[in-house]
């Protein structure tokens, strides 16, 4: 079998850790084998640069003064995010990580940052509630990608330099 494998530290080298950890996760169901491609921990790679991005959009409106206040879908969103997180909080506790790390792609990817980020672009998502929810994300995506969320929280929420994700409180 030789020169017929993926070599992990070239992986990590080019796309970085987080991308490779979610790749082994997403889409293996517990007991299965893992079908681990470039293409898969580039795709992973691409949502890391998500979160980032989202946190950096996040980032420089708190930085704004001219902050939007409360507004029509915030209920909404906030509902829908302890949804998530009851969801995705149910399948860690079954040992399901495959099934938290497609529900937490597919809603940060294409309903937080497709349909909540552009809603407060529309002035129809509070401040507030945009950083609330990204934070819970950061603290849900934590264990499956612990680099590139704690380095966003780094840079939005830490009071300090001793206020680490690691720490934070699960979302309830």
């Known amino acids: 079998s030789k020169g017929n494998v993926i070599n992990p530290i070239e992986l990590v080298d080019k796309y970085g850790a987080d991308a490779l950890r979610m790749s082994l996760i997403y889409g293996v169901p517990a ?24 946190t950096r959009y996040v980032q420089e ?4 003064k001219n902050q939007i206040l409360k507004n029509t879908k915030d209920k909404e969103i906030n509902n829908k995010i302890k949804e998530i997180t009851k969801t995705v909080t149910n399948y860690l506790e079954n040992l399901k990580l495959d099934k938290a790390v497609e529900i937490l792609y597919d809603e940060f ?3 937080f940052c497709d349909e909540v ?7 129809e998502v509070g401040s507030d509630t945009l950083n609330s929810a990204l934070k819970t994300f950061l603290v849900l995506l934590h264990p499956f990608a612990p680099f590139v969320t704690e380095a966003s929280y780094q840079e939005v ?6 206020d680490l994700l690691i720490s934070a409180s699960w979302p309830i």
């Open 61 to 64: 409106i708190t930085n704004n």
């Open 109 to 111: 990817w294409h309903w």
């Open 157 to 162: 929420f830490a009071k300090d330099k001793d």
């Open 117 to 123: 980020i552009e809603a407060h672009k529309n002035s």
């Open 31 to 54: 007991g299965s084998k893992v079908v681990l491609s470039e293409q898969k921990v580039k795709g992973m790679r691409n949502f890391s640069n998500k979160i980032w991005n989202a």
